[in-house]
């Protein structure tokens, strides 16, 4: 999550998805809810979400994984997916935390 509050995945430093949240708020921070609905959220409890994948469901165990081949995917069952994954080669991503509300 950058400051600014868009939610970036970047392979060697070129930007492969965002939220395009960019200054819609503050102190954003990523969310996933028991239904596997994956949220960006601010600080201010009464603002409703800057973004959401809409997917959620049943509540059930989710997790949120950054996958070798570039791909974020919210599991329990697969729910959602920035759909980045490469089909060649394995490079280096980062999940980079540049504030103490995102997820490390």
């Known amino acids: 999550m950058q400051d600014d509050c868009n939610l970036v995945l ?15 708020g503050s102190k954003c921070f990523l969310h996933l809810q028991m239904n596997g609905e994956l949220l960006i959220l601010t600080s201010n409890a009464t603002q409703p979400p800057l973004w959401r994948t ?9 997790v949120l994984v950054l996958k070798p081949n570039g791909n974020a995917v919210v599991f329990g069952t697969a729910v959602w ?24």
């Open 54 to 62: 809409e997917t959620g469901g049943n509540f059930n165990r989710f």
């Open 10 to 24: 970047y392979d060697n430093n070129l930007s492969v998805w965002d939220s395009r949240t960019a200054g819609k």
């Open 81 to 104: 997916s920035t759909g980045t994954g490469r089909k060649k080669g394995i490079d280096t991503f980062a999940v980079v935390n540049t504030n103490e509300n995102s997820v490390p």
